[in-house]
Nanobody
Framework: QVQLVESGGGLVQTGGSLRLSCAAS????????MGWFRQAPGKERALVAA????????YYADSVKGRFTISRDNAKTTVYLQMNSLKPEDTAVYYC????????????????WGQGTQVTVSS
């Protein structure tokens, strides 16, 4: 099982930017599709963005499309989520997750999870 550690969360004002990083270890990173999920208090964990094993296919939730960018660097075994034009509704704990090879859209289909990093956007 691949092990994942998120970093880069914090407090930012509306309109600001953050870059989240997820460092992977334990297995061959290039064999995994990666997703970023977020969970706000009282809400279900929801997929924000995902990227397949090669980086050639990306998915974004409508709520973040045009503002967030997912990328991966297989040589560094790291996946990133660049978040621009942040809004208060983006406030949540953000998790990275890994699935074999391809993009998955349900949290239940991901095999490995990071511990989460808090993102708070103030108005």
């Amino acid at each position: 099982q691949v092990q994942l550690v998120e970093s880069g969360g914090g407090l930012v004002q509306t309109g600001g930017s953050l870059r989240l990083s997820c460092a992977a270890s334990g297995r061959t990173f290039r064999n995994y599709g990666m997703g970023w999920f977020r969970q706000a208090p009282g809400k279900e964990r929801a997929l924000v963005a995902a990227i397949n094993w090669s980086g050639g296919i990306k998915y974004y939730a409508d709520s973040v499309k045009g503002r967030f960018t997912i990328s991966r660097d297989n040589a560094k075994t790291t996946v990133y989520l660049q978040m621009n034009s942040l809004k208060p509704e983006d406030t949540a704990v953000y998790y990275c997750a890994a699935s074999p090879y391809n993009i998955k859209y349900s949290a239940a289909d991901y095999e490995s999870w990071g511990q989460g990093t808090q993102v708070t956007v103030s108005s």
